[in-house]
């Protein structure tokens, strides 16, 4: 089992949509959580960090379970600029980040 | 955040040869790593680069083959050695501190032809 599982994707929605990622994580000491944003041949980007009590940046929530050990991220209002991969990211408290696979989104007009 | 500049960009390579990426970050950072990114695939952690001591490396890589310098807070290299075309991949270098936060450099895409 990997140690950090996202939605395989791809998800494809038209624009004004409201579109939901899921990502589990097996390591329960982890310390720390995030999102990060890949474009295509372009290096990863942070979005936001995750916490237990929720946060939300503009038209983003993210949210962190750690009963469940299971992250979420929350899009809504679809752009066209939304389209991208994007990654779940967990540390341990050595430092050590572990990214999730990436789910790749398409929003299309 | 801190800016990271990386070079080369991208390269193509003969198998056999090395190559040594470079990393240059505009402000001192705490810890940089780099990593190995396959085409259509995630991230995956080559090393932990330590200032002024060995590198700490990940199951699956050692020194031997990917060699890394970090003389001081700022700069780093990765070199890829003795070169094969299953080292074909973008190789990205990324700095943080104790939040956890990463932030990266634009990545070298390697071809070995």
């Known amino acids: 089992r990997k140690e950090v599982e996202q939605d395989p994707g791809p998800f494809n929605v038209p624009e004004g949509a409201t579109v939901a990622f899921n990502c589990t994580y097996s390591n329960s000491a982890s310390q720390s959580f995030f999102w990060y944003r890949q474009d295509c041949r372009k290096e990863p980007k942070l979005l936001m960090s995750v916490y237990s009590s929720g946060n939300e940046d503009g038209r983003f929530t993210a949210q962190l379970n750690r009963a469940s050990q299971y992250i979420s991220l929350l899009i809504r209002d679809s752009k066209l600029s939304d389209s991208a991969t994007y990654l779940c990211?967990?540390?341990?408290?050595?430092?050590?980040?572990?990214f999730g696979d990436g789910t790749t989104l398409t929003v299309k007009p | 955040s801190a800016v990271i500049s990386q070079k080369p960009s991208r390269d193509i390579c003969q198998r056999g040869t090395s190559l040594t990426i470079q990393c240059q970050v505009d402000?001192?950072?705490?810890?940089m790593f780099w990593y190995r990114q396959q085409p259509g695939q995630s991230l995956t952690l080559i090393a932990t680069a330590n200032q002024g001591s060995e590198a700490t490396y990940e199951s699956g890589f050692v020194i031997d083959k990917f060699p890394i310098s970090r003389p001081n807070l700022t700069f780093s290299t990765l070199t890829v050695s003795n070169m094969s075309p299953e080292d074909s991949s973008i190789y990205l270098c990324s700095g943080g501190g104790a939040s956890g936060k990463l932030f990266f450099g634009s990545g070298t895409q390697l071809s070995v032809l």
């Open positions: 402000s001192q950072v705490t810890m």
């Open positions: 990211v967990v540390n341990t408290n050595a430092g050590k980040s572990t």
